[in-house]
């Protein structure tokens, strides 16, 4: 049995063994499991990494194919721009509102660029000496960039010819960005397979703007040298190379600052070894010889024009490679611009304008135009706008009999013309139309007064109305001092009036161009709106536009202005303010439409009208060279002339007196000069406008009725009799304008009072307590004597100063008399500091009464600040 349990025990033993490594291994395998299975998890967590990446890569690398393909050029247009026929050498043609007229001096100015071969004209050596030059020129000379051409962006000279075309006019506009780059270099492979890269370098020579319409290299060395390209010499390819860096910088319209430019351009080509001594000289020769053609009548454009074609160049840029060849419709009234021009040359007995104006007067026939017997040293010109939209309906540039139309309006000064914003700050911080100001030289400058004539008679107080509307200058010179001058100068900058001077303003300076001028008044002709061209937005706001479309060969509309945006600068109620007070008062041959402001410097060389309805706003300068022995600026005419032309052309002739009066406005009867509520010593009164909430609201002050003693000359008092006084009226100006006012002859009041205790032979009442002129403070007991005769009612009046004109009752009437002497107490804490009259009134039965008088000075504590 023993041995059978043994072979038991061991077979359960190799049983228990074989069960423990069967556990093992299923251990083992299933651990195996877990990490294949694990590894198996984080291989395919990596694949799908992978994946995932290669795919977002993909969708990348599409959107950025995409992008660089998107609405990319036709390769073609390189040469319909810049080709043999291309765009480039084409002109843009103006005509006016009605797209009908071609306006006059189109064909004018300089010569229209023509294409020319420069590398068969003048072999490599011409290409290769100017790109030479460009090669160290571009960027590094500090010459600032002002074309808007990207040709020359100052940033990477690497780009081959092919680059700068298409960047130049293919994809102008386009921000730098990678995308750019990747866009420029397929154009420009696509550029170089299909035209050859002498044909690209032949199209980039002819595509250089230079002045005007001057384009290319080739039409540069004739228009500057008058040589063929091949005959110039390396210091004549110098100076075009320069030139065409900054073409509004060149030797004709900027002769200054282009010589600083060459001199800066000489010193870094011969710093770096490019240029010798030899071809320094030459280009020394070759400035030399190029003459100021600027003064060249045959080679000037009207103002209009001239402005217009600057505009277009600024904007067309934006949506068009090229101005070139473009069909332009401006703002033009060609109707009011030929019958303003002729009036002008019949003013100014120009026979030989007067030749293209038949006709062009005869609906004009009952407007009168003065003769000017001479009219040497004299020049003018003009801008009608209108302020609805900011168009400019004419414009005609400086002009003389001598020299004709100038291309341009030059500024002048502006002096008077700048006194409607200096008051409209004073509107802003609550000044009315009735305010009143000083025209007087209390508080000018030794340098201001040196404006005036030694035997000026200032006038002194008036309304701000009669200020502005009759150009008084000392109170806005005063309102000037008190506002700032730099916040009036932003004022007027907020309305595109950018005057290039201030110093001495209102009198002198303040340079200013018609443009700029009527644009400003444009605004409160529009009721306080700055109107203008959406494209032609600065960061001050919409400025006025010349251009209302412009259009390509195609009819393709390149720039449209037809649309125009509005800034509201100040409320209608100010603006209406501004206009009413600038109505025309019938000056002239006869009452202007709307209102008008003039200016005449004080030399006598500067003179301006300026009218306007919210139809039109027209400026007219007026200038002499040298005026002595001359006829008045203001006292030709030929201002209010053209004003009437205006009117004649632009409006019918009903009456614009029915204006539509803006909410906000009231209107009130106000003493003048004063601006306050009329009083009974007001002299005169008159009706005005005023914002609501700014009427007057205290009783006149300047002018006052006083109480004279009729012996002594003094003022009266309470203790006066009143048998020996009289009432006078008296100016009463402020104390800074005594001293003028009493020099000036005005009649000013007594400044001693006449004391004395009146006789009271009846002694029924008497005031004990306080004695006269006592000084008090806190709770005052009035004591006195009260008879009892008839007595009925007592009462403590409180008056100001020795001779009140006006009783404050303190307290209650009392009805019984008082026992002992105490008749009344008086709280002085409840009045300012002063000097006031202390009336104890007895009434007596019979409607009798008597009075007691005594002058107290009320001197309670203040609390220093």
């Avoid at 001199?263 to 001594?277: A, F, M, Y």
């Avoid at 209650?812 to 008749?823: F, K, W």
């Amino acid at each position: 049995m023993k041995s059978h349990d043994n072979l038991n025990h061991l077979k359960n033993t190799n049983r228990a063994i074989r069960l423990h490594l069967i556990r093992n291994r299923q251990i083992e395998i299933r651990q195996r499991i877990k990490s294949g299975t694990a590894r198996t998890s984080l291989s395919g967590f990596f694949l799908g990494l992978i994946s995932l990446a290669i795919v977002i890569s993909m969708a990348l690398v599409s959107l950025w194919v995409a992008a660089i393909l998107k609405d990319l050029p036709d390769i073609g247009l390189l040469e319909k721009v810049a080709g043999p026929d291309g765009q480039l050498y084409q002109p843009a043609l103006f005509y006016d509102r009605t797209g009908q007229i071609l306006i006059s001096g189109n064909g004018g100015g300089d010569s229209v660029s023509v294409y020319s071969d420069p590398l068969r004209a003048g072999g490599d050596s011409v290409p290769a000496l100017f790109l030479e030059y460009m090669k160290y020129l571009v960027g590094r000379v500090g010459v600032e960039q002002t074309t808007g051409s990207s040709i020359y962006h100052g940033r990477d000279w690497t780009m081959t010819i092919p680059d700068r075309l298409v960047s130049d006019f293919l994809i102008p506009n386009e921000p730098l960005s990678n995308i750019r780059t990747f866009r420029l270099r397929l154009l420009a492979a696509q550029a170089k397979a299909r035209y050859g890269e002498d044909q690209l370098i032949n199209w980039y020579l002819n595509s250089l703007k230079y002045r005007g319409n001057v384009r290319g290299v080739g039409a540069a060395s004739v228009y500057y040298f008058n040589k063929m390209l091949e005959q110039i010499n390396p210091g004549e390819m110098l100076i075009l190379s320069v030139v065409s860096l900054t073409p509004a910088v060149n030797p004709i319209d900027t002769p200054d600052a282009f010589d600083v430019s060459l001199q800066k351009t000489i010193s870094h080509l011969t710093n770096l070894g490019v240029i010798d001594e030899t071809i320094v000289k030459q280009a020394g020769i070759a400035r030399e010889s190029i003459k100021a053609q600027s003064d060249d009548p045959d080679n000037r454009v009207p103002a209009f024009l001239a402005s217009a074609k600057e505009q277009l160049i600024k904007n067309a840029g934006n949506n068009y490679p090229d101005p070139g060849s473009l069909r332009v419709i401006t703002s033009l009234d060609a109707t009011l611009q030929s019958r303003l021009e002729c009036a002008i040359y019949e003013i100014f007995n120009d026979p030989l304008q007067q030749e293209n104006c038949a006709g062009v007067l005869s609906g004009l026939t009952t407007i009168p135009l003065p003769e000017i017997t001479s009219s040497d040293n004299l020049v003018i010109n003009f801008v009608v706008l209108d302020p609805a939209n900011g168009q400019v309906l004419a414009m005609f540039g400086d002009y003389t009999t001598a020299g004709g139309e100038q291309s341009s309006l030059n500024p002048h000064s502006a002096a008077s013309l700048v006194t409607p914003f200096i008051y409209l700050t004073g509107l802003l911080q609550g000044m009315t139309p009735a305010t009143m100001v000083w025209d007087t030289p209390t508080g000018l400058e030794k340098s201001v007064l040196e404006n005036y004539p030694d035997d000026y008679i200032f006038p002194g107080p008036m309304s701000l109305r009669t200020a502005l509307s009759g150009d008084h200058l000392a109170p806005a010179t005063k309102l000037l001092a008190g506002n700032g001058m730099d916040n009036v100068i932003d004022l007027m900058s907020s309305f595109g009036l950018q005057l290039y001077a201030s110093e001495g303003i209102p009198y002198t300076s303040g340079i200013a161009d018609s443009l700029s001028i009527a644009q400003a008044y444009g605004i409160f002709a529009n009721m306080g709106i700055r109107a203008g061209s959406s494209s032609q937005s600065q960061e001050g706001g919409p400025t006025p536009s010349l251009i209302l479309r412009a259009l390509d060969d195609n009819d393709s509309i390149v720039l449209d202005n037809l649309e125009h945006q509005e800034q509201t600068l100040v409320s209608p109620a100010l603006a209406f303010l501004e206009n009413d007070m600038l109505i025309s008062t019938g000056e002239g041959i006869q009452k202007l439409r709307g209102s008008t402001k003039t200016s005449l410097n004080r030399e006598g060389t500067d003179y301006w009208r300026v009218a306007y309805t919210p139809d039109y706003v027209i400026v007219v300068y007026l200038g002499y060279s040298e005026p002595a022995g001359k006829t008045d600026l203001s006292g030709l005419g030929i201002d209010t002339a053209l004003v009437r032309v205006v009117e004649k052309t632009l409006l019918s002739d009903s009456s614009i007196d029915n204006r539509v009066i803006p909410e906000g406005i009231t209107r009130q009867e106000f003493c003048v000069p004063s601006g306050m509520l009329p009083g009974e010593a007001c002299p005169q009164t008159n009706m005005e406008y005023f914002l609501a909430g700014t009427e007057p609201t205290e009783i006149d002050s300047l002018y006052r009725e006083y109480l004279i003693d009729t012996e002594t000359g003094r003022l009266a008092t309470v203790f006066t009799n009143p048998a020996k006084t009289t009432r006078k009226i008296f100016f009463n100006p402020p104390p800074e304008e005594f001293a003028w006012a009493q020099a000036a002859g005005y009649s000013l009041p007594p400044e001693d009072y006449e004391v004395f205790q009146s006789n009271d032979a009846s002694n029924s009442t008497k005031i004990i307590e306080p004695i006269n002129f006592a000084s008090v403070k806190g709770l005052v007991t009035v004591n006195g004597h009260i008879e009892p005769s008839g007595f009925s009612l007592y009462r403590l009046d409180l008056g100001t100063g020795l001779a009140p004109t006006q009783w404050l009752q303190v307290g209650t009437s009392m009805t019984d008399l008082p026992q002992g002497n105490r008749l009344a107490t008086l709280d002085t804490t409840k009045y300012a500091n002063g000097l006031y009259t202390i009336r104890i009134q007895v009434l007596r039965q019979g409607n009798l009464a008597d009075n007691s008088y005594v002058v107290i000075r009320i001197d309670n504590p203040t609390d220093k600040p």
